[in-house]
C-alpha cells in the first residue's frame, strides 16, 4: 500500500496566528513530498517539493518565508502557514512518493483551512 | 511555460453511457502523465502513461497517450453512479517528479 496522513483534517485560526499542518506516509518511506493548494472548483496547485534532509524547492510565487516546510525524516514533512490571514483560507494537500517511483504520487486526504 | 487543458470541464451523464475526457499538454521535458480521480478530498491514481500508443486498461476505464500529438483521453465504459468525480491530468516534467495538474474534468453520473 501506499498511505498519507495529514493532520489536522480541518482548522480554523485567527488572522495573524500560524498553523502546522502535517503530512505523514504510513507504510512507506517518502524522499519526495509535494504540497499543493486547491481553490474551490480549482486544480491543484503545486506550492513546493520538499525533500528530507534539504529545503524545499518553492513555487513561482509562493512565499517562502509564508509557508514553512520542514521535512525532518523520512515519513514527516510539515507545512506551516506563518502569520495567516483569510485569503490563505484553502484545501492544503500533501503528496508522497515512494522510493524508486518517479512520478507516482500518493496523496493524503487534506486539510481545510479557514482563516477568519 | 507549462500548460495543461482538460476537456470538456465538466460533462453529465446517465449510467451505462461511454464517456472520453480529454487532455492535451505542453510541458517542458515531458516525461510520462497521470490520470486521477477526486471524490471529496485526496486525489486517487488511476493510471500512468510513459508510451505512446499503448492503451492501458483497468476495469471500465482506460486511457492512452499521444506523444505526437501532445495528449490523452481517458475513457469509461458503462459509467456507474460511482464514476462521479473530478478526473485530473498530469503531465510528469523533468526528473524532480514535479506533476502539473490540469483544471480538470468533473464528471457526473446520474442514475
Known amino acids: 500500500g501506499a498511505v498519507v496522513s495529514q493532520h489536522p483534517s480541518w482548522v480554523i485560526c485567527k488572522s495573524g496566528t500560524s498553523v502546522k499542518i502535517e503530512c505523514r506516509s504510513l507504510?512507506?518511506?517518502?524522499?519526495?513530498m509535494f504540497w499543493y493548494r486547491q481553490f474551490p472548483k480549482q486544480s491543484l496547485m503545486l506550492m513546493a517539493t520538499?525533500?528530507?534532509?534539504?529545503?524545499?524547492?518553492?513555487e513561482q510565487g509562493v512565499e517562502k518565508d509564508k509557508f514553512l516546510i520542514n521535512h525532518a525524516s523520512l515519513t514527516l514533512s510539515t507545512l506551516t502557514v506563518t502569520s495567516a490571514h483569510p485569503e490563505d483560507s484553502s484545501f492544503y494537500i500533501c503528496?508522497?512518493?515512494?522510493?524508486?517511483?518517479?512520478?507516482?504520487?500518493?496523496f493524503g486526504p487534506g486539510t481545510r483551512l479557514t482563516v477568519t | 511555460e507549462d500548460k495543461v487543458v482538460q476537456s470538456p470541464l465538466s460533462l453529465v451523464v446517465h449510467e451505462g453511457d461511454t464517456v472520453t475526457l480529454n487532455c492535451s499538454y505542453e510541458?517542458?521535458?515531458?516525461?510520462?502523465l497521470l490520470w486521477y480521480k477526486q471524490e471529496k478530498k485526496a486525489p486517487t491514481f488511476l493510471f500512468m502513461l510513459?508510451?505512446?500508443?499503448i492503451e492501458k486498461k483497468s476495469g471500465r476505464l482506460s486511457s492512452i497517450l499521444d506523444k505526437k500529438e501532445l495528449f490523452s483521453i481517458l475513457n469509461i465504459t458503462a459509467t456507474q453512479t460511482g464514476d462521479s468525480a473530478i478526473y485530473l491530468c498530469a503531465p510528469g516534467s523533468g526528473n524532480t517528479g514535479k506533476l502539473i495538474f490540469g483544471q480538470g474534468t468533473t464528471l457526473q453520473v446520474k442514475p
Open positions: 510513459t508510451s505512446s500508443g
Open positions: 510541458v517542458t521535458n515531458f516525461r510520462s
Open positions: 507504510d512507506f518511506q517518502a524522499t519526495t
Open positions: 503528496s508522497a512518493q515512494r522510493p524508486g517511483e518517479r512520478y507516482e504520487q500518493y
Open positions: 520538499s525533500n528530507e534532509g534539504s529545503k524545499a524547492t518553492y
